[in-house]
């Protein structure tokens, strides 16, 4: 994942002859381990959208050792964010290159996640959601999702195909290529199927189980397949 460089953003600056400016996307990670490491596979094996701009991404908050409930990964993306308007102003980009901040957080029976949620709205910060936690979108990529986890987090874990003794077991919180690699499309299609089973007037903070990281790879990365 792209490191902060020291001294002027390499997007401040015009883009080389011959090259393509990309927008940059600025993403506070709750998990330390698990959410960068998918992170990571995006950025070295996603298909990027036709006819899109491309995106150069980074985790903001990689090297933290605190800081990383939900409201507080949303207090930190307010601050970053407006930095990166006023560079973004100053450097008058177009509004398709405009830089985005967004934080990746689940449930996880947190305090103040619904608090974190409408302060990320009314900030502009994008939130990619798992309800009660990301490894609901990692078992999408393997089955449907149905019924509910009661938020304990185990419950959705524990269903990941991965078999005792193998190398994938013995680092449950890495996500390694092969267990995502060619299925995004279906966790796409498992996961709207999941979250379309709870009715309109549910918010999503009370949808169990829900995630919409699907959403957040079209949206923000500007990734089709992987």
Known sequence: MGRAQKGRDSWERPARRGGQRKRQV?????????????????????VP????????????????????KPLDLVEQ????????????????LEEKYLPQVWCLFDHDN????????????????????????FEVWRL?????VSGSFAGVCDGAAGRLPFQRGSQDAKTPKVVLPHQILGRYKTARKNAERMNGQHPAHVGKCDRDPYTDVHEFVRKALHIDSY
């Open 77 to 92: 993306a307010i601050r970053l964010k407006r930095e990166e308007d006023r560079k973004a102003k100053r450097a008058k």
């Open 110 to 133: 947190y305090a103040y996640v619904r608090d974190a949620l409408k302060q990320a709205e009314d900030a502009g910060i994008g939130v990619a959601f798992s309800h009660p936690c």
């Open 26 to 46: 600025f993403i506070f990670t709750e998990g330390k381990v698990t959410e960068p490491s998918y992170l990571d596979i995006l950025k070295d094996q996603g």
């Open 49 to 68: 959208l036709a006819d899109e701009v491309p995106v150069e991404m980074h985790i903001a908050n990689r090297r933290a050792d605190s800081g990383r």
């Open 140 to 144: 999408a990529h393997y089955k449907p």
